[in-house]
């Protein structure tokens, strides 16, 4: 299952007593969006709710799940133990694209959405400018900057964590609570402002890379 934009779970509310761990809370009421129900054995129903119809579900066997099309050509977890520098260096091997259009490539490094690709890069004041290449030496082995980037990923994705996630337009936790995240962005949406690194001077600039706005400080990434 993937959740595209929009998509999001809900427990039924009035099977909400029987829902696993008793996750409820009030949804709008866009059950024209509702393209999937779920009737469980305990009796609750979950309803995928997708306005905007970029989520998508595919029905897989399990001893079939290491071939699937969809799954094999992922990149690691950014949290997994397997995903460290050596790895990071290795697939940016030779690469002449962006270090930002890199790190959202799926086939790199799997899961890293846009806003937390800049916060990262940020964090290890790289430029999202920079070739990929950069990150890893003749041979692929990892440079300091891989070391300070896979770092910097693991470190914002934890912090965004526990912070229950950003919510910019429809995210919430399992709750209904808003995440916090947002208020604690470093670069992204920040344009125009000063950079919060300490002693340094410069201010946040936009670019758009491959269809998607970059988030970054000219003075401290490099």
Do not use: W
Request: net charge positive.
């Amino acid at each position: 299952m993937h959740l595209g934009m929009s998509g999001s779970f809900h427990v039924a509310q009035e099977a909400a007593s029987r829902a696993p761990g008793g996750y409820y809370h009030a949804r709008p009421r866009l059950f024209a969006h509702d393209h999937v129900k779920f009737h469980m054995s305990s009796g609750a129903l979950i309803a995928f709710n997708d306005p905007r119809r970029f989520g998508m579900m595919k029905l897989v066997a399990r001893a079939e799940l290491d071939h699937e099309p969809l799954l094999r050509a992922l990149g690691p977890e950014p949290l997994a133990p397997e995903f460290n520098a050596s790895a990071l260096a290795l697939r940016c091997k030779g690469r002449r694209t962006s270090l930002k259009a890199a790190l959202s490539d799926q086939r790199i490094v799997a899961g890293l959405g846009n806003i937390y690709v800049c916060e990262a890069l940020h964090r290890a004041a790289l430029s999202p400018r920079r070739r990929a290449a950069s990150i890893a030496n003749r041979s692929g082995a990892p440079t300091e900057r891989a070391d300070a980037l896979v770092a910097a990923i693991k470190a914002v994705l934890r912090d965004a964590i526990k912070a229950g996630g950003s919510s910019l337009r429809d995210h919430r936790r399992t709750d209904g609570a808003l995440g916090d995240f947002q208020h604690r962005f470093r670069v992204y949406d920040r344009a125009g402002k000063p950079c919060p690194r300490p002693r340094c001077n410069g201010i946040i600039r936009r670019i758009v890379q491959g269809g998607r706005s970059s988030f970054f400080c000219p003075r401290c990434q490099k």
